[in-house]
């Protein structure tokens, strides 16, 4: 009788921790990991309910500091923990919040990675390039060891730049694990909405008269794909994450068939103070100072690595436009999610449901 080779024993999935599940970038991240056969378990936590829908990601409600999370880690087993709950629009919240969240929050995130027998090895943070603060003094490209130009002194750049010197130290403490921080630039397209992203929807956008500063943008496609790519890769380090070409404000303003309505260096806060008592847009002096110097950031570490961009700047920007216009003309036709608790948990642990093979 012939010998029957046996099977090679099949590797276990990957266990994946998601922070920030109710955020526009946590839920999707969650989404597509979900489509891959290799990922055997999802934990997406959050002090809010899922506002997508999710078919084997399992909800942990939590505090907005994470308290919790070594507890979920060593329960969990968790090997890889992707960070996506950083507060990076100052519109958001505020100073307070912002602190607990970025950095209360991130600082437990690395207490139950670096717990004694952590099962952990791979860490995903998704920062943004604020952490390069803006000035005049700027370079026309930041490359990912580029220090900031001037002291920072915004709470989103401080707060990032916090976090990912937590980020550091625990990657210099935890040569095992592979640790990544991706800077994400202006971020844009179909459903995202930031300062920018509103501002470009107004009737003339907002501009700072005698400046046309060169913005880079980043689709948020290219966003979720350079996490999984990431993740897919256990690529260590920081990544700058950006479209190619810098595009003049004008310019970006011109794509989407508006003319800019330059503010005057005095009374920029009163004369904006009607579109944030509205709700159309604010505009923090955040991105005042970036509506006036712009910022540039280098993208070739990435590349280098094997990730290819499937939109440059101009691209995405025309994609988010499309997508507006769409939207004015259909108007918004998929139905909102809720999350309930009680029909999720007997979808997914009733032994009623029959289960596809």
Same mark, same amino acid.
């Given at each position: 009788?012939?010998?029957?080779?046996?099977?090679?024993?099949?590797?276990?999935?990957?266990?994946?921790?998601?922070?920030?599940?109710?955020?526009?970038?946590?839920?999707?991240?969650?989404?597509?990991?979900?489509?891959?056969?290799?990922?055997?378990?999802?934990?997406?936590?959050?002090?809010?309910?899922?506002?997508?829908?999710?078919?084997?990601?399992?909800?942990?409600?939590?505090?907005?500091?994470?308290?919790?999370?070594?507890?979920?880690?060593?329960?969990?087993?968790?090997?890889?923990?992707?960070?996506?709950?950083?507060?990076?629009?100052?519109?958001?919240?505020?100073?307070?919040?912002?602190? *607990?969240?970025?950095?209360?929050?991130?600082?437990?995130?690395?207490?139950?990675?670096?717990?004694?027998?952590?099962?952990?090895?791979?860490?995903?943070?998704?920062?943004?390039?604020?952490?390069?603060?803006?000035?005049?003094?700027?370079?026309?490209?930041?490359?990912?060891?580029?220090?900031?130009?001037?002291?920072?002194?915004?709470?989103? *750049?401080?707060?990032?730049?916090?976090?990912?010197?937590?980020?550091?130290?625990?990657?210099?403490?935890?040569?095992?694990?592979?640790?990544?921080?991706?800077?994400?630039?202006?971020?844009?397209?179909?459903?995202?909405?930031?300062?920018?992203?509103?501002?470009?929807?107004?009737?003339?956008?907002?501009?700072?008269?005698?400046?046309?500063?060169?913005?880079?943008?980043?689709?948020?496609?290219?966003?979720?794909?350079?996490?999984?790519?990431?993740?897919?890769?256990?690529?260590?380090?920081?990544?700058?994450?950006?479209?190619?070409?810098?595009?003049?404000?004008?310019?970006?303003?011109?794509?989407?068939?508006?003319?800019?309505?330059?503010?005057?260096?005095?009374?920029?806060?009163?004369?904006?103070?009607?579109?944030?008592?509205?709700?159309?847009?604010?505009?923090? *002096?955040?991105?005042?100072?970036?509506?006036?110097?712009?910022?540039?950031?280098?993208?070739?570490?990435?590349?280098?690595?094997?990730?290819?961009?499937?939109?440059?700047?101009?691209?995405?920007?025309?994609?988010?436009?499309?997508?507006?216009?769409?939207?004015?003309?259909?108007?918004?036709?998929?139905?909102?999610?809720?999350?309930?608790?009680?029909?999720?948990?007997?979808?997914?642990?009733?032994?009623?449901?029959?289960?596809?093979?």
């Amino acid at each position: 009788m012939a010998a029957q080779a046996s099977n090679p024993p099949q590797q276990p999935g990957r266990r994946v921790l998601v922070t920030g599940l109710s955020s526009f970038w946590g839920g999707r991240v969650a989404q597509h990991l979900e489509a891959d056969p290799s990922i055997e378990v999802i934990v997406g936590l959050d002090t809010d309910e899922p506002k997508v829908e999710l078919n084997r990601t399992e909800y942990v409600r939590v505090d907005a500091n994470y308290s919790i999370l070594a507890k979920i880690v060593k329960a969990a087993r968790i090997d890889t923990i992707i960070h996506t709950f950083l507060l990076v629009d100052p519109t958001q919240a505020s100073r307070r919040t912002m602190h *607990e969240i970025n950095v209360i929050g991130t600082m437990n995130l690395f207490a139950a990675a670096s717990a004694p027998n952590s099962t952990v090895r791979n860490v995903i943070v998704k920062s943004s390039t604020a952490v390069y603060g803006c000035a005049a003094e700027d370079p026309t490209w930041f490359t990912e060891e580029t220090p900031p130009s001037r002291p920072l002194r915004h709470p989103v *750049e401080r707060s990032l730049d916090q976090v990912e010197g937590y980020v550091r130290d625990f990657a210099e403490d935890n040569p095992h694990v592979a640790v990544s921080i991706l800077r994400f630039s202006n971020v844009i397209g179909e459903e995202i909405e930031t300062p920018l992203t509103r501002a470009l929807q107004l009737p003339a956008v907002p501009s700072q008269f005698g400046f046309d500063p060169r913005l880079q943008f980043v689709h948020e496609h290219d966003v979720i794909r350079s996490i999984l790519f990431v993740l897919k890769n256990s690529l260590s380090g920081v990544f700058n994450v950006a479209g190619d070409e810098m595009l003049p404000w004008t310019e970006v303003a011109t794509i989407c068939g508006k003319n800019t309505f330059p503010l005057p260096p005095a009374f920029q806060a009163a004369l904006l103070w009607p579109l944030k008592r509205s709700g159309l847009v604010s505009l923090p *002096e955040e991105y005042l100072n970036l509506l006036r110097y712009g910022r540039g950031v280098d993208t070739r570490r990435l590349k280098a690595a094997g990730f290819e961009y499937h939109y440059d700047s101009s691209a995405a920007v025309n994609a988010f436009i499309e997508a507006v216009r769409l939207r004015k003309t259909l108007g918004h036709h998929d139905p909102s999610y809720r999350y309930e608790r009680d029909v999720e948990q007997f979808f997914r642990h009733s032994p009623a449901v029959i289960r596809e093979p």
